[in-house]
């Protein structure tokens, strides 16, 4: 299996054409790995996913959904609904999305403190017994709550954002992973766009998260990403490239999720799984982006309790 999967948050009807001609290079290029969410685009990641899908065998792909974050508000999300009770209803709407009998991989997308861990993974353990859902996988939690949910039955993966400028889970999420056996899917592998050429030279400055980065983290992360691309530079490659293949390199058990709807920006990322750095350029790398050296880019976790945002932790 390769280990890069195409990520499908921005597929929407205004970009299915993009969107399924993405899908088809994927496939292609031996990306077998779907990974998309009932609230993406108000469900219409899964029916685009599903049209692009339409066309291939069933058993060339895999897809994962992650379930119950309520889309809108001033954030993207209001809320989240963990209600054991009504994951089955949330199936039977993304299969309908996708036109599926069954999905690969199905995941909360947030913990609800009102609703013990054991009780939601217990629920979507239910619709696997019946063959509506392969595998369980978890999503930001913490590794406490990752430990409880693999007791009620094996976790398939665990995704987590993970990149040069947000390192979080080497402290206490990767060791666990690696204890259990539960391969890691990383996300946000570029740092919401600041591990970029553009970015490096200074040509442009991504929208980014207010609350990840305030604009005096701006021009002391730049120097250090212009340093990253010097390195890239040095190697033939891009910026982006040498951050994914770092994130590859440093964790041979981890999964990356490359999210597009471009097929050349997929055909460009994939260029990451043949770079190889040397010792010298791993530590020098280590280095730049050793802890404190980096500014922003924490954000706590959210909890969320009887379906309502109740602060950081």
């Known amino acids: ?84 009770f009504n994951i089955r209803a949330r199936l039977t709407y993304s299969l309908g999305r996708l036109g599926l009998d069954y999905v690969d991989v199905y995941e909360p997308s947030r913990m609800d403190d009102a609703y013990p861990v054991e009780d939601v993974i217990g629920a979507v353990n239910d619709l696997v017994k019946e063959g509506l859902v392969r595998h369980v996988a978890m999503t930001e939690t913490s590794a406490d709550e990752l430990r409880r949910g693999n007791k009620v039955c094996p976790i398939k993966y665990f995704e987590k954002e993970y990149s040069l400028l947000s390192r979080r889970m080497e402290a206490e999420d990767l060791p666990t992973c690696r204890e259990l056996g539960i391969p890691v899917i990383a996300y946000g592998l570029l740092g919401h766009g600041l591990l970029t050429d553009g970015f490096a030279t200074g040509e442009r400055t991504p929208s980014i998260l207010p609350f990840l980065y305030k604009p005096e983290d701006i021009e002391p992360n730049r120097t250090i990403v212009s340093q990253l691309k010097a390195i890239a530079d ?68 959210m909890h969320y309790r009887n379906g309502r945002f109740i602060g950081f932790k």
């Open 234 to 301: 040095g190697k033939g490659c891009s910026t982006s490239n040498l951050a994914i293949a770092w994130v590859l390199q440093k964790n041979p058990d981890m999964l990356a999720i490359i999210g597009t709807t471009h097929p050349d920006h997929l055909t460009d990322a994939l260029r990451a799984l043949d770079i190889r750095l040397t010792d010298e350029e791993m530590q020098t790398i280590e280095e730049l982006f050793a802890p404190g050296q980096v500014r922003g880019g924490v954000l706590p976790k």
């Open 1 to 84: 299996m390769i280990r890069i999967g195409l990520g499908c948050m921005g597929m929407a009807r205004r970009n299915e054409e993009s969107s399924i001609r993405t899908v088809d290079t994927a496939l292609d290029h031996g990306v077998t790995m779907f990974n998309t969410g009932e609230f993406y685009n108000g469900g219409e990641s899964e029916i685009v996913l599903g049209n692009a899908l339409r066309r291939h065998p069933r058993d060339s792909y895999e897809v994962n959904v992650k379930f119950g974050a309520l889309p809108g508000g001033p954030h993207g999300l209001y809320g989240v609904d963990m209600n054991p």
